[in-house]
């Protein structure tokens, strides 16, 4: 079974209307208080594909346990949002694109709980995916699956702070 499929997550079908191509700001949705809604952070290095973006947010989806969450964006850093492979992996799984700003990663970055020294000196956050995530999720957003990683990406899922039982 496609691994789409094992996490619930449903592809965009063809000719469907693509999800708005990038939000700005904090990101934060007007309906993640709805049950069992998450945003997935996103980390990924320059030549990574989109389908190993989609697959990794998809394991991280059964990894915690939220094989029928509803995942209503994926989350970056602003200054990769216009990446063709984010772009695409969120077309691919039709949610919106957040492009997190520098301050809203540093803010949400206090609440990390992966410490990455590489992406510390670079971005000054110990997880980039984490503090996607968790900004995009909103002020009140909890971590419920910390960073994992696969060659050329990184993923967290996050949800604001009743969109999910305890």
Do not use: K, Y
């Amino acid at each position: 079974m496609h691994p789409l499929l094992q996490a619930g997550i449903q592809a965009r079908a063809p000719g469907a209307p693509p999800p708005p191509a990038i939000l700005h700001g904090t990101g934060r949705a007007t309906d993640t208080g709805a049950p069992r809604a998450v945003v997935a952070g996103i980390g990924f290095r320059h030549a990574t594909l989109p389908g190993e973006i989609v697959s990794l947010v998809a394991d991280g989806l059964r990894q915690a346990g939220l094989a029928g969450a509803r995942l209503v964006a994926l989350a970056t850093a602003e200054d990769r949002a216009d990446d063709p492979a984010i772009r695409e992996a969120a077309g691919t799984l039709g949610v919106p694109l957040v492009a997190v700003g520098v301050e809203a990663l540093r803010e949400a970055g206090r609440r990390v709980v992966t410490r990455s020294v590489r992406i510390e000196a670079l971005r000054g956050v110990g997880s980039l995916a984490e503090a996607a995530a968790l900004a995009a999720a909103g002020p009140d957003a909890r971590l419920v699956l910390p960073r994992i990683a696969s060659a050329g990406a990184t993923c967290a899922l996050a949800a604001s702070g009743d969109a999910l039982p305890s």
